[in-house]
């Protein structure tokens, strides 16, 4: 590539620039826009097919049917059933990460020596590694089994087992983000505390933990709405069966699993089963929109406090 | 009555820090068991026969073959498509960026983007790629939504990368007189070549075990052929995984715990390369 051309210079000190310069620039620009064309893509394509949608649905039955089974002779098409699923399974993993994830950052960024931080934080980052159709398995053919030795009555399929295990996979963005945020509270704080005469635990629970208060509010809301899109674990080990209920121990599905399973079913284009999944697929994107909406204001309030 | 209370604490923190192991050891001892609990499952499966079989209904004579190749074809084209824009959008926002609203605007998308649930972006990729642009269930569908899905994590891996390069050298090249674009090329980008690398390796590598996209567009489940070209129809490892792993006999789950262990490997590789290019570029700026 030739670049030692257009090195003209207009007026004394001032460069014009040069034709190839504002042609790369745009196409660099034009590399960033296809990031807000997905954006726009996406939102297009499940408002046309969510509006298709409801010119057969009556907005009514969606919300307020309690029964979901657009698949059968006799369809009901409430979205209650894969919403409580979705909120089941991601409250079990928020239960289970939650302290855990907490837990660990504190100690990974108060107590824990350098050494061992340096070597225990690539290995929980490493929880995230794992690909979600390998978690899938471990749901289904290792903790399932594992719990029905715990757990009475204990389905194969629930949602208990893919739940803790989704807390597993979200463990890593509660503990990493919650570690930053506690790492970046000012040292001073810290010693005006001791100084105070507190102790090294109540420095924690009374002054660093309220400092790094929204760096540790925006990693669980992103954990949460990570968990709400998590897809393949749900699809293996929840059990596919659309129910509203509060109990972890029987088959659910979720809105994610919904969409696989129907996917997988080769179900054709125009027809109202094909226009199902982006409706779920709208209220999905609906919900962790907010989630990151949220989040996003978290850490932006989080930043202006570091 | 002083010493007590100070015992107390004392006593209180060993306990808490205690508390804050076991957090941390639970996650990870769970990890490795199932990781064990896979490799002992899987590895008497795993021999030349299973790497080079198609799939079938015998789970004895089954194999990855298609699967191992529609990976790798699959990565192979999401790292060429998803690479250039990332890094081009990258360079944007960190080297010409001027605090503008369309770079905010840009920015704070793909935090967005970010978020958005992978399952999505197979309704974006079956919409779009595979009814609307007619590439029907072709590699190139696949690989142009795993791109989409990526291009986030490869943007904010890039810009990490630039982020390295000092201040001063771009100020120096811009002090001799370079034009912004020949500044970035000749400077920046060199520089900043190993620390991309390593992002792109992790982050595209990501792609890999990416399921639920791919079953979203219609990935193939049973696929008695090697893809040719961009516009094959395919398969990829983890829709292997996800279609042994769906049946009710144990040999398949057996077949699932081995194709996992391949994916995993395949994963580790990738990791590890990225590890020794992140090593060098350290030694050669220190």
Redesign the interface.
């Known amino acids: 590539m030739n670049l030692g051309l257009g090195l003209t210079r207009k007026l004394a000190g001032r460069r014009a620039t040069p034709p190839v310069e504002s042609i790369i620039r745009l196409f660099l620009l034009g590399f960033g826009v296809i990031s807000v064309i997905t954006t726009v893509g996406i939102i297009y394509v499940l408002a046309a097919e969510t509006f298709l949608f409801f010119s057969d649905v009556s907005l009514a039955d969606f919300l307020f049917d309690t029964e979901w089974t657009p698949l059968f002779a006799d369809k009901h098409f409430g979205i209650w059933p894969l919403l409580g699923g979705t909120f089941l399974s991601s409250f079990i993993a928020a239960l289970f990460a939650l302290p855990l994830g907490l837990l660990g950052a504190i100690y990974l960024s108060e107590f824990a020596p350098e050494r061992i931080r340096k070597i225990v934080k690539p290995m929980v980052e490493l929880l995230a590694g794992i690909p979600t159709v390998v978690y899938g398995y471990f749901a289904l053919v290792f903790l399932t089994p594992a719990l029905q030795n715990v757990v009475p009555d204990l389905s194969g399929f629930n949602a208990l087992s893919p739940g803790i295990i989704i807390g597993i996979m979200i463990i890593p963005t509660i503990a990493s983000l919650s570690e930053d945020a506690i790492y970046a509270v000012p040292v001073n704080l810290r010693e005006g505390a001791y100084a105070l005469g507190a102790s090294r635990l109540s420095t924690v629970f009374h002054v660093v933990l309220p400092a790094a208060r929204s760096g540790i509010l925006a990693s669980v809301t992103l954990a949460v709405s990570r968990a709400i899109g998590e897809t393949m674990v749900v699809a293996i080990a929840a059990g596919q069966q659309p129910r509203l209920t509060l109990d972890p121990r029987v088959p659910i599905e979720t809105m994610t699993a919904y969409i696989v399973k129907v996917s997988m079913g080769d179900t054709p284009t125009g027809t109202l089963e094909y226009r199902t999944i982006f409706a779920v697929g709208a209220t999905l994107f609906l919900l962790t929109l907010v989630m990151n909406v949220i989040t996003q204001r978290f850490a932006r309030k989080y930043r202006g406090v570091v | 009555m002083k010493r007590h209370v100070r015992k107390w ?1 004392r006593r ?2 060993t306990l ?2 205690g ?3 076991v ?2 050891a ?3 001892c ?2 490795f ?2 990781l064990i ?2 490799a002992l ?1 899987g590895i008497s499966r795993i021999d030349w026969q299973f790497l080079t079989s198609y799939p079938s209904r015998r789970a004895s004579s089954a194999g990855i073959l298609p699967g191992l190749v529609g990976s790798a074809f699959l990565i192979v084209l999401t790292a060429v498509i998803s690479l ?3 890094v ?2 990258a ?3 960190e080297e ?1 960026g001027e605090r503008g609203r ?2 905010n ?2 920015e ?6 970010a ?10 990729g ?3 790629f595979v ?1 609307f642009a007619g590439l029907d269930r072709s590699l190139l569908a696949g690989a142009l939504t795993l791109s ?1 899905l990526v ?2 994590v490869v ?1 904010m891996a890039t810009r990490e990368a630039l982020r390295v390069v000092p201040k001063t050298l771009r100020e120096a090249a811009l002090a001799l ?1 370079a ?4 500044m970035v ?2 400077v920046v980008l060199p520089m900043a070549v190993p620390g991309i690398m390593t992002g792109a390796i992790l982050s595209i590598s ?1 792609a ?5 996209p791919l ?4 990935a193939l ?1 049973y696929v008695s052929f090697l893809p040719q070209d961009p516009m094959s129809a395919f398969t990829a490892l ?1 829709i292997q ?2 279609n042994w ?2 049946r009710p006999q144990a040999a398949f ?1 057996e077949n ?2 081995a194709a ?1 262990l391949v ?2 490997v395949v ?1 580790l590789l990738a ?1 590890v390369v990225a590890i020794v290019i992140r090593n060098r570029y350290q030694k050669r700026i220190g």
């Open positions: 604490s209180k923190e808490f820090i508390l804050c192991i957090s941390l639970v996650p990870l769970l990890l068991a199932m609990d896979v499952d250039p824009m990332g081009g959008a360079i944007y926002l010409y369309l770079a605007l840009i704070v998308n793909i935090a967005n983007l978020g958005v649930p992978s399952v999505i972006y197979g309704l974006l079956l919409e779009i009814r989409l291009l986030p943007i007189g034009t912004r674009w020949q090329w000749r990501r890999l075990g990416e399921t639920a079953v979203v567009i219609g489940t983890p995984i996800f792993v769906s789950l699932a715990a996992i994916l995993l994963l990791n």
